[in-house]
């Protein structure tokens, strides 16, 4: 064979090659696009039920979307959720979804994600005031909710021949506990309840609870509802007045919900809920997360409604909807 010839085969050759390769190797968009996105969930706190559940909806909504599914606990430590942060971005996470330790604490946390270009949605704690690097905070509508909660208690402990409330609150480093108890307090003062002692928890449990409502009965044996501003603290108030022979004669009405305050409604220990959608916060958090990444119109701020159940209206369909948008099955009956 000549040279020339050699030559010309060589040309084919090479075209062949390129033709095949260009087929093979895909582009840039095209490898974004067929890449399995990854969302992480961040709780401050994985010992608490409400954050599991949060997590059961990031998870249940991640597999729909065909995404992969990590999640790291702070310890409520706001050192340990940066540490949590920078692990889940070095270890190539697309997305955050989290539950801040606390509101003041995020400011950080949104910097170091908008330098490194990871979107990331809250879910039920929003950022401090002012933030606005993030994709979206699915939260409820905490402001609202206490208003409706404090003229709910404030009517039942005039039912019960006072106008004495007592509160157990969330941390009020969180804005949500924020938004609770400016709304409560401005509907004590609209429909005339005094609010005469507010307990912050510290651990959220309900032993810590049952000892807070016990004290505040003790100070204030006047006090006819008290006002539970997370699950724990129905479930506590619940059992200080169980012991207290007190059921019925002090009335309690909580926010969140969970297999326990839900029976204790029943029972009629717990005269109204008023319900937080945990599970539901996860999901929205991560569609919005997962819209962000692909492109899609996401929304700021997503504030739940928190309906009020009560023993006469638990069974209603659109209230057991709501329920299990609040918690998964596994946690317990409906």
Aim: aromatic share 6%.
């Amino acid at each position: 064979m000549t040279s020339r010839s050699l030559t010309t085969l060589a040309r084919l050759a090479g075209i062949c090659s390129l033709a095949l390769s260009g087929a093979l190797v895909l582009t840039p968009a095209a490898q974004a696009q067929d890449k399995k996105l990854t969302v992480a969930y961040i709780a401050p706190s994985l010992d608490i039920s409400y954050w599991q559940w949060v997590g059961y909806g990031v998870k249940t909504k991640a597999a729909e979307l065909g995404m992969n599914y990590v999640e790291y606990t702070s310890e409520n430590s706001p050192a340990k959720q940066m540490d949590n942060i920078r692990t889940a971005v070095t270890k190539g996470v697309d997305a955050i979804v989290i539950g801040p330790v606390n509101s003041t604490g995020t400011p950080p946390v949104l910097a170091f994600l908008k330098d490194k270009k990871v979107p990331i949605a809250f879910a039920g704690i929003g950022p401090q005031a002012g933030q606005t690097d993030y994709v979206s905070a699915v939260t409820a509508n905490n402001y609202d909710t206490g208003k409706a909660q404090g003229s709910f208690v404030c009517k039942l402990a005039k039912e019960r021949g006072g106008n004495k409330v007592g509160m157990l609150s969330l941390p009020q480093d969180r804005e949500n506990a924020q938004k609770y108890l400016k709304g409560a307090t401005e509907s004590f003062k609209a429909d005339g309840c005094d609010l005469v002692q507010m307990l912050q928890t510290r651990g959220l449990t309900v032993n810590e609870a049952v000892a807070q409502a016990n004290d505040l009965l003790t100070a204030h044996p006047d006090v006819k509802a008290i006002y539970g501003m997370y699950d724990e603290a129905g479930t506590g108030a619940a059992k200080a007045l169980q012991t207290r022979n007190l059921v019925g004669k002090v009335a309690v009405v909580t926010a969140d919900g969970s297999p326990t305050t839900i029976k204790l409604l029943r029972e009629g220990a717990i005269q109204g809920i008023f319900l937080q959608e945990a599970g539901g916060q996860g999901i929205d958090a991560t569609e919005q997360v997962y819209n962000a990444l692909k492109g899609k119109p996401t929304k700021k701020e997503l504030a739940l409604v928190m309906p009020l159940v009560t023993s006469e209206t638990i069974t209603d369909p659109a209230v057991q909807a709501t329920v299990k948008r609040v918690y998964p099955p596994s946690a317990g009956a409906y």
